[in-house]
């Protein structure tokens, strides 16, 4: 037997009903606040994630499906999706279009993690960039969407927001973090030791304990922040206010991820594990220009699909699985037949209809009628065949009654 390869999963058709849901909920959410779908290909030149993502990041130094094509390009598997999309606004010219550009996604990711509840090495996220806007209120607004969609869905979640400032406060922020580790530097894992030197903010984005530790006292950036991110991050926050959204301010929040200026925020939930990052995103303003694309701000967000899903069960079954409306019984080949063609007729006026494939006796036939959860069944018999008509039977109720070949669009239209 050829198993999944480790760190992936199938989604079954017995579960599938629930990525619909939330594809569908976050679908909804995203055209409320007025974005429309983006689709860019699966792979990129790596070169992409390398100035997009990176190359300090774990993401880029650690994680990545690359490989090289027939063509001996260098291929990667996109690990996130803000860098497809970024790449894609800068060649299709979406600068000298409407701006703001107001895109969302729902795409598979890779990563080479150690798998984990929670952490796939194939994963799939609901993702939103705008373009264009640099104002704090559009910050609040990706906020305000990630926000509503986690509360349309009812999970329980904590909001966390930081600012890691611009490039020109970074700098001093850098120096004053390089001043307090430096004393430590014997005590970081080997990881930090080049962090140290090639980007200390990433310093505080360490998970192993010691370094923890160290980070604990290590000098807040918000102490750093030149007055134009102060007052970025303070603009945030009171639309968050004004807006009714709570929000706990966390100083460590730096992301996975180098792109990020200014805002950053997390949605953290504490009952799925260590994995409880369900959504993370901030402001990009140095991306487009990283990728060659001008001076165009950015903010946006991802949300891990399979987390939702976990917090969601968490919660209890609280999606509910449509069922089809009626299953056909046909007593004999005759009935049968005619079962298929009034089913197929049924399925053309958009009514969910199933019926026998597998030659099963009557009984059995009910049998898989409450299987599959048939709201009606309807017999065709000798006698029903004759007379033009099925015999329905309501399964929640077991009332029956004759329904004509003809009525029964009518009949099932609204059931
Ligand atoms: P990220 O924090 O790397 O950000 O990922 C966003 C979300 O994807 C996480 O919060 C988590 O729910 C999910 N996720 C990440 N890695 C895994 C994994 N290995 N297994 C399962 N779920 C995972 C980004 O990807 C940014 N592109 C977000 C963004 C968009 N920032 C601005 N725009």
Known sequence: MINVPKGTKDVLPSDSYKWQYV????????????????????????????????????????????????????????????????????????????????????????????????????????GVEVFGASGAETDAEVISLADSLLKKLGVQVRLYINSIGCP???????????????????????????????????????????????????????????PDCKAHFEKLKAYLKEAGIDYEINDRIVRGLDYYTRTVFEFVSTAIGAQGTVCGGGRYDGLIAQLGGGNVPGVGFAVGIERLLMLIEKNGDTIVEEKPTVYFVGMDEDCRKKAFSLCTALRAQGVWAEVDHMTRSVKAQFK??????????????????????????????????????AALNAFFQDK
């Open 23 to 126: 594809e569908g909920v976050a679908r909804e959410q995203a055209k409320l606040y007025n974005f429309k779908e983006i689709r860019t290909p699966v792979f990129e030149h790596t070169e992409l994630f390398l100035r997009g993502v990176g190359d300090t990041t774990d993401i880029v130094t650690k994680e990545m499906y690359t490989f090289k094509d027939k063509g001996d390009r260098s291929i990667t598997l996109k690990p996130e999706g803000t860098a497809g999309v970024a790449r894609s606004f800068v060649e299709n010219g979406m600068a000298g279009g409407a701006l703001p550009a107001k895109m969302y996604y729902i795409i598979p990711a890779f990563r080479y993690e150690r798998p984990q509840a929670g952490r796939l090495r194939e994963f799939h996220q609901f």
């Open 168 to 226: 020109t406060c970074r700098k001093a922020y850098n120096e004053a973090l390089k001043a307090y580790f430096a004393p430590h530097l014997d005590n970081l894992c080997y990881d930090c030791k080049t962090r140290y030197e090639k980007n200390p903010l990433r310093l505080l984005d360490c998970k192993e304990e010691e370094c923890k530790k160290i980070n604990a006292g290590a000098p807040s950036i918000l102490d750093h922040l030149c």
């Open 368 to 405: 898989y009628a409450d299987k599959i959860g048939a709201k009606y069944v309807a017999v065709l018999g000798g006698n029903e065949l004759e007379k033009g008509e099925v015999s329905v039977k309501a399964m929640a109720t077991g009332e029956t009654q004759s329904v004509a070949f």
